[in-house]
């Protein structure tokens, strides 16, 4: 056998190896918080409020908080997307000036580490936008200039806002070109084609989008960090100003600040298996619709 | 002569019927002006962060107050009750006089006679000042929480580096040959394997990788390499190399598949091995694909802050070995902001971090953008 030969096998085994660590890995991971978070997760803990100091009883709060999260968080950032997506796509030529820059600030604001948006958060939406709320109505004690709920989800939305981006505008990539120019020539306007015509058959790769954004962002905790969430709460969060529980701090808290980390371990395991849940199953459901929309394109 | 108007690039079919319903108009143009947000937010990004970040830089700490000056107070009372107290500046404050704790003060600035103590007391709001010096800021020793504060950003800086290289040490290889393997070696079954589980690696939120690192990888790599300390900036570099495993296969995958399948078969035609097409033909053919894919797993190592504050060991320390702990830029953020008072000088220092995490990724993300791929667009076309 040549040495040509060996150097090949030797370096398709590395190949293989590699993908085989990188199998093991997420196997492990997968495994672990499986085997130790399954028997911890009960429903007392998914009901219930945290007791003695966080160290007992559930967490529900803390998931409640991280749904009322994204929900807001899709509000404002799916809007916001669909509409940059459905500019880039139907109302630009991909040579032109304009769209070049939007792509390229996209592309950069994917690459923005999330602690500077957490930064951008805290300086733009509660030191600025905060106080100039508080400001304008008169508030004698600070109500919008304190981190919030709101505050937190607009800066997911920000943060989250390339991922829809490029989603929907896989999806209108998609509505045939053939469709919109019937439509043009039955004498409709553009956005009459828009509204009636591309948007209906992309409904899909929006859906896609804003749960793969939920998805990412379920998981953040460095871009909440500043801008609203907290450890513990006396009581629910009752409105968009107020602070709120999040399973990824949650546990970010129990496992490094807790006087006796070891006391809580399971409900550590619990609170990280009910995260990887919620992000996976999100996840899934994307990549499951998105492989539906892209078997329909070939049909 | 009537000018000839050339059609606006914006407007991709040129026989669209113009509306003449002011609603469809409106709407259009909030379209156009909602389309720019993206740009709008990078430019408030760095207007907002850099806005936090200005006093530091302009030097503009010497005029009080008052959110500082109330904590400093209640600062020296709470220091008052202990008998450590090894900096007057404090103290020096409006509520005491200096006579009181004189004696049990180890710092040389005590000793000055109490004349050129009073004329500190005057001119204190200028000393503080002094602390955001760049002599400070380019110390190094990180000690913000102090009553003379350093911000010495050089541990910081090392750690940065230490973590980053180790992630991308270890995390760039390990993509880059799975996803070779995955483009040219896998059979077609394997390969449909190999991208969802990828896809599931991406997925995991970066507060879960810290946490396993913090309870199973450190005591596994204390074990195997006898690390003086448990949490580390190898530790810490394994768990930025899980996070930038997904990006650099991903994006090196997607190249490698865009390149001409026909570059592929004339190699292997010409008699070259498998591993000699995919390895002197198919990845250089890719190689700004690959470069890219490299940089922004840099961009994401060197960002990512979860990860970093839980299996690094958070230690802002200056030293050459990744068996001891490190502090990274974001790191810091992520701890200390929460702790901070908004406005102070500490305050600010973390923004100016903030800017330069936001500076660096930016570099990368214009290198990646401008140069990689259009590079790679060229090759492929030629190609």
């Known amino acids: 056998m040549s040495t040509k030969r060996l150097i090949g096998i030797f370096a398709i085994g590395a190949a293989t190896v590699a993908v085989i660590a990188i199998a093991g890995l997420v196997f492990s991971t997968m495994g672990t918080f499986l085997v130790k978070g399954l028997p911890n997760i009960t429903w007392q803990l998914l009901s219930e409020a945290p007791r003695n100091n966080n160290t007992e009883g559930g967490i529900f709060p803390a998931i409640y908080g991280t749904t009322l999260l994204v929900l807001v968080m899709s509000i404002l950032g799916v809007p916001i997307g669909t509409i940059t997506a459905i500019y880039l796509n139907e109302y630009t030529r991909a040579g032109a000036v304009m769209p070049r820059v939007i792509r390229f600030a996209v592309n950069t604001l994917a690459g923005v580490p999330s602690i500077v948006f957490g930064l951008f958060g805290l300086g733009f939406f509660v030191q600025f936008l905060g106080v100039g709320l508080d400001k304008t109505f008169g508030n004698t004690e600070a109500i919008w200039a304190k981190p919030a709920l709101l505050w937190a989800s607009a800066t997911l939305a920000a943060l989250t806002l390339p991922v829809v981006i490029v989603s929907v505008e896989e ?44 998805g990412r962002s379920a998981g953040e905790v460095a871009p909440i960090l500043f801008t609203g969430v907290v450890y513990s709460l006396p009581q629910l969060p009752d409105g968009i100003s107020s602070q709120f529980m999040h399973l990824g701090y949650h546990l970010f808290v129990l496992s490094t600040q807790s006087p006796d980390v070891d006391k809580t371990l399971p409900l550590q395991y619990a609170t990280t298996l009910v995260l990887l849940m919620l992000t996976f199953t999100l996840n899934f459901a994307a990549t499951f619709i998105r492989s539906r929309i892209r078997s329909k394109q070939f049909r | 002569m009537e000018q000839v108007t050339t059609p606006s690039p914006a407007q991709k079919h040129s026989f669209v019927r113009k509306t003449n319903n002011i609603g469809e108009r409106i709407i259009e143009r909030c379209v156009k002006i909602i389309g720019g947000v993206a740009v709008v937010l990078i430019f408030l990004i760095l207007l907002f962060v850099l806005r936090e970040a200005l006093p530091l830089l302009m030097g503009a700490f010497s005029q009080p107050r008052t959110a500082q000056s109330s904590v400093e107070s209640s600062l020296s009372d709470t220091l008052n009750l202990k008998p450590e107290v090894y900096n007057p500046d404090v103290i020096l404050s409006e509520h005491q006089a200096p006579e009181e704790f004189a004696p049990e003060v180890y710092n040389p600035d005590v000793s000055v006679p109490a004349t050129i103590l009073a004329e500190k007391v005057n001119t204190r709001n200028e000393a503080d000042g002094d602390h955001i010096t760049l002599a400070n800021i380019l110390g190094t020793i990180w000690q913000p929480v102090s009553t003379m504060p350093k911000f010495g950003i050089m541990p910081l800086v090392i750690g940065t580096a230490k973590t980053t290289f180790v992630a991308i040490f270890i995390g760039a290889p390990l993509g880059i040959l799975a996803a070779l393997y995955a483009a040219f070696f896998a059979p077609r079954r394997l390969r449909e394997v190999i991208k969802p589980m990828v896809e599931i690696l991406a997925g995991f939120p970066s507060v879960v990788i810290g946490f396993f690192c913090l309870l199973y990888v450190g005591s596994a790599l204390q074990n195997l390499f006898g690390f003086d300390f448990r949490l580390n900036a190898f530790v810490g570099g394994i768990g930025l190399a899980i996070a930038v495993i997904p990006i650099v296969f991903t994006i090196t995958e997607d190249t490698l598949s865009a390149v001409p399948k026909s570059l592929l078969e004339a190699s292997l035609a010409m008699g070259a091995t498998q591993w000699e097409s995919a390895y002197k033909v198919m990845l250089p053919a890719a190689f700004p694909g690959v470069f890219a894919a490299v940089l922004l797993g840099i961009g994401r190592a060197f960002g990512e802050t979860m990860i970093a504050l839980m299996a690094t060991g958070n230690a802002a320390m200056v030293s050459t070995s990744i068996g001891d702990p490190v502090r990274t830029f974001s790191a810091t953020i992520g701890a200390e902001m929460g702790e901070v008072i908004w406005g102070s000088a500490h305050y600010s220092i973390l923004f100016f971090l903030g800017v330069l995490l936001f500076i660096v990724s930016f570099t990368l993300n214009a290198v990646t953008e401008l140069f990689v791929k259009e590079r790679l667009a060229k090759k492929l076309q030629g190609g």
Do not use: C, F, H
């Open chain 1, 171 to 214: 999806a209108l990539k998609n509505v045939p070109q053939e469709m919109r120019e019937g439509s043009l020539a039955l004498g409709a306007t553009r956005w009459q084609t828009i509204w009636k015509i591309v948007l209906p058959n992309s409904t899909t790769g929006i859906l896609t989008g804003s749960i793969l954004a939920i």
